[in-house]
């Protein structure tokens, strides 16, 4: 398709497994972000990947937490030994940004609905 | 650490009337701000503002930035059903990385 895509759309886990999520985005777009968002809470900024460049880790909540960008294009977000507290809506977003270029505007994916029982 | 704070948190309002959202800054490197739509799962964009005074509008939507202030607000006149949404503003740094702030969530009765 021609949108950011994430799967799983849903996903039921319990305490203490590992997950991953996974987001595909936008042909051809360098940046590439995971938020965060619990119920009706705003979007928290867990990680920020641009091009080949180090990614900007400073959102990741904890080291349970960690993402991969293979290739320059699809993401993975991993989480170790979850915690009810884990309990969101992960959302991946991607933008075409060359620097001093980047409009600013994120395609967002469906999101991916993570509980952990 | 950069911070976006928006208020307010909820509003209800009736279809017609009028309503301002208001979100607040403090980054290090700013380089924009930037205004979401957010119904069901994915936030859609609605602005990107880069220059004070400058009012960006979309049909009944319209925004302006102050930089001065490290303030902007969001207008939507003759409010809708259609309107109902989460808002969220957010602030896009030099790095290119973009905080978020809570969102204003509204909701418009018929």
């Known amino acids: 398709g021609a949108g950011v895509s994430q799967s799983p759309s849903n996903k039921v886990t319990e305490k203490g497994k590992d997950v991953e999520l996974r987001c595909d985005p936008i042909?051809?777009?360098?940046?590439l972000y995971w938020y965060r968002q619990s119920l009706g809470q705003g979007l928290e900024f867990l990680i920020y990947?641009?091009?080949?460049?180090?990614?900007?880790k400073s959102g990741l909540p904890s080291d349970r937490f960690s993402a991969e960008r293979t290739g320059g294009s699809v993401s993975t977000l991993t989480i170790q030994r979850t915690q009810q507290e884990d309990s969101a809506v992960y959302l991946c977003?991607?933008?075409?940004?060359?620097?001093?270029?980047?409009?600013?505007?994120?395609?967002f994916g469906e999101g991916s609905r993570l509980t952990v029982l | 650490e950069d911070k976006v704070v928006q208020s307010p948190l909820s509003l209800v309002v009736h279809e017609g009337d009028t309503v301002t959202l208001n979100c607040s800054y403090e980054?290090?490197?700013?380089?924009?701000l930037l205004w979401y739509k957010q119904e069901k799962k994915a936030p859609t964009f609605l602005f990107m503002l880069?220059?004070?005074?400058i009012e960006k509008k979309s049909g009944r939507l319209s925004s302006i930035l102050d930089k001065k202030e490290l303030s902007s607000i969001l207008n939507i006149t003759a409010t809708q059903t259609g309107d109902s949404a989460i808002y969220l503003c957010?602030?896009?740094?030099?790095?290119?990385?973009?905080?978020f702030g809570t969102g204003t969530r509204l909701t418009v009765i018929p």
């Open positions: 990947f641009q091009g080949n460049s180090a990614p900007d």
């Open positions: 957010a602030v896009m740094t030099g790095a290119n990385n973009l905080f």
């Open positions: 980054v290090t490197n700013f380089r924009s």
């Open positions: 042909s051809g777009h360098t940046a």
């Open positions: 880069t220059s004070s005074g």
């Open positions: 977003a991607s933008s075409f940004s060359t620097g001093a270029g980047n409009t600013g505007e994120l395609f």
